[in-house]
């Protein structure tokens, strides 16, 4: 039996898992009545949201010119944070089918996928899809294809997903031009971890694609990154329902049942191999993935479930179990009590992480405002220089023990209609962007490369850039290095203290209009005391800004009528007094909702 691998990758909204649903049907792999959209997507966020967010792999079986064909595929996340995925998953792969909207043409993310999997190596059909809309425009997106890409415009295929026009000859294309798995190199076992989730009763599941040698049930397996060892109790494909195995052969992939207890147990990208008879090298895995974005996740403190701290570490150990790409440790804040700071790839995987420990764990979580991470060189105690990476303002050292601040810098592509450009341009060189290059994609686009520190997108540069452009523009972002400037750390002093979980780093240029606006929204959170409350923002011991929370004024000459007015002075005078003392031994109440508004805001 031939075997093909292929992975389905594209833009985000470009019907990959329609087109993934479409394959199932076609090779009967699902009955008419089974069928639902998004298949593959077994998560309820997937569904409501109508994005992947895990790649998910299929087998199924066609027949092509008489010869019986099994087709390995997986379908991809579009999305820029879970680009991870699509990586994981061309590996595994030795084609891939690029799609592309017929009606909305080649966008950011296309290129990026693209790239990807040619520098995999992988053999790559390009699809038109979509072609049943009434805006469609075939002929022209094929020649995108061919002047973006490089694609030669008459290979592209044209199908349409929703109808299933053009499916069977896409199947038989995956059939013809896509290459079969290599020939085994050794007779050993070897094969590929290129995922895991974690199931309440079977423990974890890994999914691994063979490439020499065979798996059989109830031999002793060993990961060789790892180096620990279990006994296979399970074999088996999902066609999409899980189908049990004896063995599987090289070039195919499975999951894996074998008595692992935690995520601990095995690593994506790990080589699996036979205890008694072990290959000698690995296969090449994964680079591990980056964390751009960090938070703080708190617990929300009720009266009722007390702090909700020991909860939400079963519910972050759970899901990381499912999820290897954020990183979570425990921090103490003075305002919000303990909690963790964790790692994601983008603000999307942060808001997805955050909703599913909300209902998988039933946690509610407080938030604080997504930071960056920076880099920074400073002296130690010996004189000697070291460099450290800070993820949180509140680990900066002193500014004089800093010699040099780095930050992130994208390279951003933006996809974009051309009677926007005007308006992208100055969208980017406010976030203190470096153009660098601008390509012709057809008449009526372009893309325009820039280089932006990561800290001025992460908050509300996609928002604008779709509000501008009447959501016609796409972006893709990489961070590609580390920048030296002019940084600094803004504190926000409250009645005199600083207060840790309000200070952020910022380019020194903008520090003072940062710290202005911080000032403001805090002024309208906090409460009124008794006496007069100054908020300020410093930078070192220099003050940049300041507003003042007026104290209630309770009138004590009222019962004064008539008489002499040195009797209402001697009662103000007294007042004044007990505003004094108050002021130098009252302590500040700051309600969580200022920390909110502060940190909700972003910009």
Same mark, same amino acid.
């Given at each position: 039996?031939?075997?093909?691998?292929?992975?389905?990758?594209?833009?985000?909204?470009?019907?990959?898992?329609?087109?993934?649903?479409?394959?199932?049907?076609?090779?009967?792999?699902?009955?008419?009545?089974?069928?639902?959209?998004?298949?593959?997507?077994?998560?309820?966020? =997937?569904?409501?949201?109508?994005?992947?967010?895990?790649?998910?792999?299929?087998?199924?079986?066609?027949?092509?010119?008489?010869?019986?064909?099994?087709?390995?595929?997986?379908?991809?996340?579009?999305?820029?944070?879970?680009?991870?995925?699509?990586?994981?998953?061309?590996?595994?792969?030795?084609?891939?089918?690029?799609?592309?909207?017929?009606?909305?043409?080649?966008?950011?993310?296309?290129?990026?996928?693209?790239?990807?999997?040619?520098?995999?190596?992988?053999?790559?059909?390009?699809?038109?899809?979509?072609?049943?809309?009434?805006?469609?425009?075939?002929?022209?997106?094929?020649?995108?294809?061919?002047?973006?890409?490089?694609?030669?415009?008459?290979?592209?295929?044209?199908?349409?997903?929703?109808?299933?026009?053009?499916?069977?000859?896409?199947?038989?294309?995956?059939?013809?031009?896509?290459?079969?798995?290599?020939?085994?190199?050794? =007779?050993?076992?070897? !094969?590929?971890?290129?995922?895991?989730?974690?199931?309440?009763?079977?423990?974890?599941?890994?999914?691994?694609?063979?490439?020499?040698?065979?798996?059989?049930?109830?031999?002793?397996?060993?990961?060789?990154?790892?180096?620990?060892?279990?006994?296979?109790?399970?074999?088996?494909?999902?066609?999409?329902? &899980?189908?049990?195995?004896?063995?599987?052969?090289?070039?195919?992939?499975?999951?894996?049942?074998?008595?692992?207890?935690?995520?601990?147990?095995?690593?994506?990208?790990?080589?699996?191999?036979?205890?008694?008879?072990?290959?000698?090298? !690995?296969?090449?895995?994964?680079? &591990?993935?980056?964390?751009?974005?960090?938070?703080?996740?708190?617990?929300?403190?009720?009266?009722?479930?007390?702090?909700?701290?020991?909860?939400?570490?079963?519910?972050?150990? +759970?899901?990381?179990?499912?999820?290897?790409?954020?990183?979570?440790?425990?921090?103490?804040?003075?305002?919000?009590?303990?909690?963790?700071?964790?790692?994601?790839?983008?603000?999307?995987?942060?808001?997805?992480?955050?909703?599913?420990?909300?209902?998988? !764990?039933?946690?509610?979580?407080?938030?604080? !405002? &997504?930071?960056?991470?920076?880099?920074?060189?400073?002296?130690?105690?010996?004189?000697?220089?070291?460099?450290?990476?800070?993820?949180?303002?509140?680990?900066?050292?002193?500014?004089?023990?800093?010699?040099?601040?780095?930050?992130?810098?994208?390279?951003?592509?933006?996809?974009?209609?051309?009677?926007?450009?005007? =308006?992208?341009?100055?969208?980017?060189?406010?976030?203190?962007?470096?153009?660098?290059?601008?390509?012709?994609?057809?008449?009526?686009?372009?893309?325009?490369?820039? =280089?932006?520190?990561?800290?001025?997108?992460?908050?509300?540069?996609?928002?604008?850039?779709?509000?501008?452009?009447?959501?016609?523009?796409?972006?893709?972002?990489?961070?590609? +290095?580390?920048?030296?400037?002019?940084?600094?750390?803004?504190?926000?002093?409250?009645?005199?203290?600083?207060?840790?979980?309000?200070?952020?780093?910022?380019?020194?240029?903008?520090?003072?209009?940062?710290?202005?606006?911080?000032?403001?929204?805090?002024?309208?959170?906090?409460?009124?005391?008794?006496?007069?409350?100054?908020?300020?923002?410093?930078?070192?011991?220099?003050?940049?800004?300041?507003?003042?929370?007026?104290?209630?004024?309770?009138?004590?000459?009222?019962?004064?009528?008539?008489?002499?007015?040195?009797?209402?002075?001697?009662?103000?005078?007294?007042?004044?007094?007990?505003?004094?003392?108050?002021?130098?031994?009252?302590?500040?109440?700051?309600?969580?909702?200022?920390?909110?508004?502060?940190?909700?805001?972003?910009?």
């Amino acid at each position: 039996m031939q075997i093909r691998n292929f992975s389905i990758i594209a833009h985000i909204d470009h019907g990959k898992s329609t087109l993934a649903d479409r394959l199932l049907q076609a090779t009967n792999a699902v009955s008419d009545r089974e069928a639902k959209e998004q298949l593959l997507d077994s998560m309820d966020l =997937e569904r409501e949201r109508g994005i992947t967010i895990k790649a998910s792999a299929v087998t199924v079986y066609h027949t092509h010119n008489g010869e019986p064909y099994m087709l390995n595929f997986i379908d991809t996340p579009g999305h820029v944070d879970f680009g991870y995925e699509v990586s994981r998953a061309l590996k595994a792969c030795e084609g891939a089918l690029l799609l592309v909207d017929a009606s909305q043409g080649v966008e950011a993310q296309t290129v990026v996928n693209a790239y990807l999997a040619v520098e995999q190596n992988l053999e790559i059909i390009p699809v038109l899809n979509k072609i049943d809309l009434p805006g469609a425009r075939p002929d022209e997106i094929a020649e995108e294809v061919e002047q973006v890409l490089g694609f030669d415009a008459a290979s592209c295929i044209l199908v349409s997903a929703k109808t299933g026009q053009g499916i069977p000859e896409l199947l038989a294309a995956v059939c013809d031009r896509l290459p079969p798995p290599r020939p085994p190199v050794t =007779e050993k076992t070897r !094969a590929l971890i290129f995922d895991a989730v974690y199931d309440d009763y079977r423990g974890v599941i890994v999914y691994c694609r063979v490439f020499d040698g065979r798996l059989r049930v109830g031999e002793k397996i060993r990961m060789m990154g790892l180096e620990r060892t279990f006994q296979v109790t399970e074999l088996g494909k999902y066609t999409p329902k &899980p189908v049990k195995c004896k063995e599987i052969g090289p070039g195919e992939t499975c999951y894996l049942v074998a008595n692992m207890k935690t995520l601990g147990d095995v690593r994506v990208g790990d080589t699996i191999t036979m205890e008694n008879d072990p290959a000698e090298e !690995a296969l090449s895995g994964y680079a &591990p993935p980056q964390q751009m974005v960090f938070c703080d996740f708190y617990p929300a403190t009720t009266e009722k479930s007390g702090t909700g701290f020991e909860e939400l570490r079963d519910g972050m150990e +759970r899901l990381s179990l499912n999820d290897a790409s954020y990183t979570f440790q425990p921090v103490h804040s003075e305002a919000l009590g303990f909690g963790f700071r964790c790692g994601f790839l983008g603000l999307l995987h942060m808001d997805i992480i955050q909703e599913r420990l909300e209902r998988e !764990a039933g946690v509610q979580v407080v938030q604080t !405002a &997504p930071t960056v991470s920076y880099k920074i060189t400073m002296r130690a105690k010996g004189g000697e220089v070291v460099e450290k990476e800070i993820h949180n303002p509140a680990d900066l050292p002193n500014a004089g023990e800093i010699i040099d601040f780095y930050e992130p810098i994208c390279r951003v592509e933006l996809m974009t209609p051309k009677e926007y450009i005007g =308006e992208i341009m100055k969208l980017c060189m406010d976030r203190r962007g470096v153009f660098k290059n601008q390509m012709f994609v057809s008449n009526t686009r372009d893309m325009l490369t820039f =280089e932006i520190p990561l800290a001025e997108i992460i908050y509300d540069f996609y928002d604008k850039l779709k509000s501008m452009t009447s959501g016609y523009a796409t972006m893709d972002y990489e961070v590609i +290095r580390y920048n030296k400037d002019d940084l600094c750390k803004v504190s926000i002093l409250i009645n005199g203290e600083p207060v840790e979980a309000l200070s952020l780093i910022c380019h020194r240029d903008r520090a003072e209009q940062r710290g202005r606006q911080l000032l403001i929204r805090l002024r309208k959170q906090i409460d009124r005391h008794q006496f007069e409350i100054p908020i300020q923002a410093a930078i070192g011991g220099k003050i940049i800004a300041r507003e003042t929370i007026k104290a209630y004024r309770k009138d004590v000459t009222a019962k004064c009528y008539g008489g002499d007015v040195s009797r209402k002075r001697k009662l103000l005078e007294a007042q004044k007094r007990g505003k004094q003392k108050m002021k130098s031994i009252g302590s500040v109440n700051i309600p969580q909702k200022a920390f909110m508004a502060v940190l909700d805001t972003g910009e």
